[in-house]
């Protein structure tokens, strides 16, 4: 049974919705949605305290909203849980942009040895090494010489499926390699 929080008459005027009632229908949404609303937000952000201020927001939001009280209680939860959403999803975009900040003065890179270069290179050529031909080719022609697939198969003249499938297989094999040698995390 949908019902409406408060009714509507005729020409859109609320009629019997004063404040007393819009409280309590928008008391009723917060009991009714403010669980579930934190849980989704939780999911989402792995916050507990930032999935109270979404909440919050929200039906901060929904308190401010004149229309809220028109929607039946599917269309009302349906606006919660988008608005939790688009909030979610405004705070992680606004978060992202403060971590992009430049910098007045960068600090200087350091002139290190190249000695974890060297050895970064010798256990990428052990690990690929221990491809097959046909996919080291493919790799060493698609990330060494920045060939494209359709370049890589019309030179080795194999079709552009095999290229993408030796290109899948080989680098798997390649990440299980360098993780046997903890170089990368699995």
Known sequence: ????????????VDVGCGSGQREAALLELHDRHASELWRFAMRRTHDRELSEDIVQEVLLRAWKDPSLGQRDQAAARNWLFTASRNLIIDRWRRAASRHEQRM????????????????????????????????????????????????ISVQLRIPEGTVKSRLHYGLRTLRLALQEKGVTQP
């Open 104 to 151: 007045e003065d960068p600090p200087e890179e350091s002139a290190g040895d190249a000695t974890s270069v060297v050895l970064d290179r010798w256990l990428i050529a052990e690990a690929l090494g221990s491809l097959s031909t046909e996919q080291r080719s493919v790799i060493k022609a698609a990330y060494y010489e920045g060939r494209s697939v359709a370049d």
């Open 1 to 12: 049974m949908t019902t409406a929080l408060c009714r509507r008459h005729g020409g859109g």
